[in-house]
C-alpha cells in the first residue's frame, strides 16, 4: 500500500513530502517496561502521526519502530517545521498502567519536487536523512539533498578500507604524554590510534572513529590498540 501511494505521488508531480521516522532507542522501551508497554508505544505513535498530520495524509508503518508518511500540498519552505511539529507531539509522556514514560524520534524529509523522481527512490533519501538525523543526536529532523547521500557513500568506503587495513596492519599508535604540572614529570601516557591509509597517508581520527564507533569494528579496533 504504501509503495502504491508513493508512485501515485511521485508520478502526480505536485510538491510532496515523504517523512521517515524512526522511535530513538526502541529497545529499552521492551526492556525496562516490557513488550506490551512497546507495543502500546507503537500504536499510541501511529495513533499521534494521525492526528499531528492532516486527515487526508498517509501514515504507514514498515516494521519494528520506522514508520513513514506522504504528506501532499505542502510547500517545501514548511517542511522542516512540520518534521518538527511531529517530534515535539511525539516526545510527550506515554501512560502504561501506572507508569508514565517517554520516548524521542527521529525524522527523515524527502521531498517530491521534481519530475520523474521514482517512488522508491523517495524512500530511500527519507531512509539516508533519517540516519543522519540519529548520527546528529537524535531526536531532530534532517532533510535531505545530494552531500547527505555522498557523505553516506564516503562512510561506507570508508569502512571497508578500515575493516582492510586492520587486517593489513595499516594501524599505529601514538603515546601522548600525561605531565604532573606541579613536579614537571611524565606520570603516564594516553595510547592513541592513527590509521596510515596505504595510498592516502593518515586519516584524521575524526573521519575515520566516528565510523568505526557505528558498526562493529570499534571493538576489532580496540582489540588491536590492547
Known sequence: ALEREVDRVARSGEPALLLALDIDHFKRVNDTHGHAAGDLVLREVGHRLRTTLRNSEFVARLGGDEFLAVVEDIPRTAAEAMAERIIIE????????????????????????????????????ADVAVYHAKARGRARAVLFDESLQAEVEANAAIEVALRQGI?????????????????????????????NRRGHGQVPPDRFIPVAERSTLIIDLEKWVL
Open 90 to 125: 511525539l516526545s510527550q509522556p506515554f501512560q502504561s498502567d501506572d507508569e508514565l514514560f517517554a520516548v524521542s524520534a527521529s525524522v527523515g524529509v524527502a521531498i517530491a519536487d521534481r519530475p520523474g523522481v521514482d517512488g522508491l527512490e523517495l524512500v530511500r533519501e
Open 167 to 195: 587486517a593489513d596492519g595499516e594501524l599505529e599508535l601514538h603515546y601522548q604524554p600525561v605531565l604532573d604540572l606541579a613536579t614537571s614529570t611524565v606520570w603516564g601516557v594516553e595510547a592513541l590510534v592513527r590509521w
